[in-house]
């Protein structure tokens, strides 16, 4: 038998402390693992949000681009097609194209201003 009674009593009491102590580190250990994986998780949606963005805004500057082209080369064809004709409605024609082109130059570029706006602020 112990000459100290209560060594027992304290030995188990040191363990349940060691024991709680080991718990605390253990959940926080368990909480920063859990924290890091969210955090990793919440950075590659942000990736895949900023790359959709940009894929996004890059076919809209594209598709916008196209239709200046497109409506220049229209133009262009209502113009030799209304010198060759020689009517006043296919001379409107061609300078409703011309209208179309300009309005169409303006969006595109307004789409890539707005586009650079966002861009530095965003990213």
């Given at each position: 038998m112990s000459p100290f009674p209560f060594s027992s009593v304290t030995?188990?009491?040191s363990l349940i402390a060691a024991g709680a102590s080991v718990g605390a580190v253990w959940a926080s250990v368990s909480n920063t693992k859990r924290?890091?994986?969210q955090k990793r998780e919440i950075?590659?949606?942000k990736e895949t949000g900023i790359a959709t963005h940009t894929l996004t805004n890059s076919?809209?500057?594209q598709l916008l681009?196209?239709?200046v082209e497109l409506l220049m080369a229209l133009s262009v064809q209502g113009h030799r097609f209304?010198?060759?004709t020689k009517d006043a409605g296919d001379m409107a024609n061609a300078l409703a194209f011309d209208?179309?082109?300009e309005s169409a130059k303006v969006a595109y570029q307004e789409h890539q201003r707005q586009q650079a706006v966002i861009d530095?602020?965003?990213f």
């Open positions: 030995s188990i009491a924290l890091t994986s950075a590659s949606v076919a809209r500057g681009l196209n239709r209304a010198e060759l209208v179309r082109v530095a602020r965003a």
